[in-house]
């Protein structure tokens, strides 16, 4: 197996939004689940409520994950706090809430486990949140081992990111094909690498990234002989939501 670069400090195995499927996702609860199986590397997505408070959230919408309608940009803080975000899950997670920035801060950092942030803004307010991540990143993490990795698809997110803690290490997500100026992108961005669709990646394609002196990150892969074969190829990390089958303790 390909050891971890010297170039990427992180863990190779990064549980997706805290647990996969396997508990409510972007919870602490999914936090504690990942935890339990050996990650000590988590990524999830973080947006802005209306009044500025920075939460976990995939979607716009709250629909798919809560128990309730609307966008959570349109709502405050202390509205989304009595939501329940994990019923939609299974009985034995309801009324878990939402978590802020500042909780997940203090669970991992407490529990010595990293972090990969998607600055995930909502439509529209794509500067505005990676600012406000940035910025709230470098002061949550203030003093850790490690701190954040910062991503996004959002360009406009990480230019704002940049702009606001330089210090924080960035990496530009990539949703299907790579485009082929994305050495341009990563050098106007300043970022460490790409965090690629497994659907899109091949071994030249790593080969060439990896040559060129950047990290690549894999999400998500679900498969044991895949995360194999990628960390083979020379891979830095993979995202899996597998956190049962897929466990730190074999990818040593």
């Not at 709250?62 to 899950?89: F, I, M, P, Y």
Request: charged share 20%.
């Amino acid at each position: 197996m390909t050891p971890c670069r010297p170039d990427w400090p992180y863990p190779t195995l990064i549980a997706h939004r805290g647990a996969g499927h396997h508990a409510p996702e972007n919870t602490l609860a999914a936090m504690r689940m990942g935890a339990a199986q050996g990650f000590m590397m988590m990524e999830y997505d973080a947006k802005l409520s209306r009044d500025g408070v920075a939460l976990l959230l995939h979607d716009d919408a709250l629909d798919r994950t809560t128990n309730v309608s609307g966008n959570a940009a349109d709502k405050t803080w202390a509205e989304l706090a009595a939501v329940d975000a994990g019923s939609w899950h299974s009985a034995q997670y309801a009324g878990e809430p939402i978590p802020s920035l500042h909780a997940i801060a203090a669970f991992t950092r407490a529990n010595h486990i990293h972090s990969n942030i998607e600055i995930k803004p909502h439509t529209g307010l794509d500067a505005e949140t990676g600012k406000q991540i940035a910025r709230l990143a470098r002061n949550l993490w203030a003093g850790a081992t490690l701190p954040p990795l910062l991503s996004s698809f959002s360009e406009t997110a990480l230019q704002a990111a940049l702009d606001e803690a330089p210090e924080l290490p960035r990496a530009l997500l990539i949703s299907k094909e790579v485009p082929t100026d994305w050495a341009k992108r990563l050098q106007r961005l300043e970022c460490q690498g790409l965090n690629l669709n497994d659907q899109y990646t091949t071994r030249a394609l790593v080969e060439e990234i990896r040559n060129a002196g950047y990290t690549v990150a894999v999400w998500t892969v679900n498969n044991r002989a895949r995360a194999q074969e990628l960390l083979d190829w020379g891979c830095n990390a993979i995202f899996t939501d597998e956190v049962q089958t897929i466990l730190p303790a074999d990818f040593v």
